[in-house]
């Protein structure tokens, strides 16, 4: 990583943020948690009827603190959208992982993960 200047002063306010030109926006309708002591991952893929699997495309690692620090700005940012759009309504019954595939694949169960039947 580059250093910064020593006399770099701290930032107030919003963090600039800099979007690479190539950078690309990816689709996903489902999300994976795991979560390790020191880490929580968070695989995003989408799932569309016709496939056989969920498509990994974008895998994200963070600390917990920063895991907190997301899950609040999400609860914030949805609260503003639901005042301004209305309630977002989450369907009874399965997900539409479930609907089309079941559980997923590929990850054992833990102290998190209720068991199979």
């Not at 990583?1 to 979007?19: A, D, E, H």
């Not at 969920?54 to 639901?82: D, F, H, I, Q, W």
Request: charged share 15%.
């Amino acid at each position: 990583m580059s250093q910064l200047p020593k006399n770099t002063p701290p930032v107030k306010g919003p963090i600039p943020l800099r979007l690479p030109p190539n950078l690309e926006a990816v689709y996903a309708n489902f999300a994976l948690i795991t979560h390790s002591p020191a880490e929580v991952v968070v695989d995003f893929a989408h799932l569309l009827p016709g496939m056989n699997q969920a498509r990994v495309c974008a895998r994200v690692v963070m600390s917990p603190l920063s895991a907190k620090l997301v899950l609040r700005a999400l609860t914030e940012n949805l609260g503003k959208y639901e005042a301004q759009y209305g309630e977002i309504r989450i369907p009874e019954g399965a997900t539409l992982a479930g609907q089309l595939f079941g559980r997923p694949i590929g990850h054992e169960s833990g102290p998190d993960t209720p068991p199979t039947e």
